[in-house]
């Protein structure tokens, strides 16, 4: 990064949306870093922000655990917007009343605004707002006035525009709040006098000088390559912080897509890294023999991988550093115990008796659309950065029953088919792929009767893979698949589309 890039500190009081609000940010163009809401105002001062955000939290300014803020803070001269727990403090903290309250206002809620106000320039007098809070403030400290107000709630909104201090009940950092990006930006740029002058190209210097500064000169880092975009972004930004010592270790397992390996192969074999591919398509094969359970599969496959990487870790001798394309999103998840419906096999959760003393992870604050904007900064091409999700385990849990390499060649070229057609028709869908399904069913051919395999397609929108819907593709879309890959592959003569939405279903099969 380049030293003069302006700053905004989001200061951290537990609240779940902080990555959220430093994305925002960062999305208008400006740098911004998440620091803890206890951070000295003497050290702030250092640090020299154009704006300071503090972020909400669970706790009621009441309570003995809530977090507090230097109160000299305020008196920094620096424009501040609280969020929703932010706004009480800055409330409390500066002679004002918050009081506690039982009931919870929750959800998208109409506000009157005041669009005088520099924070709601351009904002219609009727907003909707995402509310989110027990607590409220009830009497305005000295100086300040109140800019938005909801049915329920008296101060949605106040500033005190001398002081440039701000505060915000609801949640612009979302986006059930439809104006949220332009209160963020009206605070950044009004308020603050943003220039703009950060964007991801500043991520990656500033990102490349970090890893520069862990890894030092000599040693060399290893990395589990997928070929998905998070490991191939990190693979991509590590070959430009450490030319040449980064070992990138690809195990073809045999149950990639059609080309995939060889498409892999081509793109990091070119780049300043070491990349090595290990074709251990027969053992996985071997392993999978007979095996017809898909936690089985699952289970087979994680271990089997782990055991390939290590021993192509071992012929580089000791490393040191072992690098995990970890995002944002990872580091939620992890967090949450979800119950397990299925073992999840990422190749990022590499291995944890490993004799790596650190772990180097350059995209744990971006969000995916971020880093596949890193990805195109790099040079990466559209394939990769904008690859669709695929699942660990590969094609071996699109492959109802047991895996044969017979199995898996007729699903690659069934689901290649239909992922050409589906892109050829610029239809917007975040994932689609073929089933091979253990069915065989009675077709006719010519004059002969043929017992050929069903293949099952499956598309899905969603936001978060959490639920979906299935895709309502048109039917000439179908068709042409349908006629395609029955023409085109041997040994399918059906052709089935999954109109399941998660739940009840998942969006794999296995
Ligand atoms: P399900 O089938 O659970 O899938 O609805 C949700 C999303 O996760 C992907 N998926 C996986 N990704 N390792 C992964 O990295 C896995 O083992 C795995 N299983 C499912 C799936 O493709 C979908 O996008």
Known sequence: MGKQNQKVLVLDFGGQYKQLIARRVREWGVYSSIEPGNLPAEKIREIAPIGIILTGGPNSVYSDEAPRCDPMLFRLGIPILGICYGMQLMCHTLGGEVIPSKIREYGQTVIEVDNSSPLFEGLSPSEIALMSHTDRVSRLPEGFERIAESKDCEFAAIQNKDKRLYGVQFHPEVELTLSGKKVIYNFLYNICGAKGDYSMKDFIEKQIEEIRKQVGDEEKVLLALSGGVDSSVCAALLSKAIPNR??????????????????????????????????????????????????????????????????????????????????????????????????????????????????????????????????????????????????????????????????????READAIFREEVEKSGEKVQQYFAILTGLRSVGVMGDGRTYDYTIALRAVNTTDFMTCEYAKLPHELLAKVSSRITNEVKGVNRIVYDITGKPPATIEWE
């Open 246 to 411: 980064l070992i990138c270790i690809f195990v073809d397992h045999g149950l990639m897509r059609k080309n995939e390996g060889d498409q892999i192969e081509a793109v990091f074999s070119k780049r300043d890294l070491v990349f090595v591919r290990v074709n251990a398509e027969d053992r996985f094969l071997e392993r999978l023999k007979g095996v017809t359970d898909p936690e089985q599969k699952r289970k087979i496959i994680g271990s089997e991988f782990i055991k390939v990487f290590e021993e192509e870790a071992k012929k580089f001798g000791k490393i040191k550093f072992l690098a995990q394309g970890t995002i944002y999103p990872d580091v939620i998840e992890s967090g949450v115990n979800s119950a397990n419906i299925k073992s999840h096999h990422n190749v990022g959760g590499l291995p944890e008796d490993m004799d790596f003393k650190e772990l180097v992870e350059p995209l744990r604050s971006l969000f995916k659309d971020e880093v596949r904007e890193v990805g195109r900064e790099l040079g990466l091409p559209e394939s990769i950065v904008n690859r669709q999700p695929f699942p660990g385990p590969g094609l071996a849990i699109r492959c109802i029953g047991e895996v044969t390499k017979e199995k898996l060649d007729i699903l």
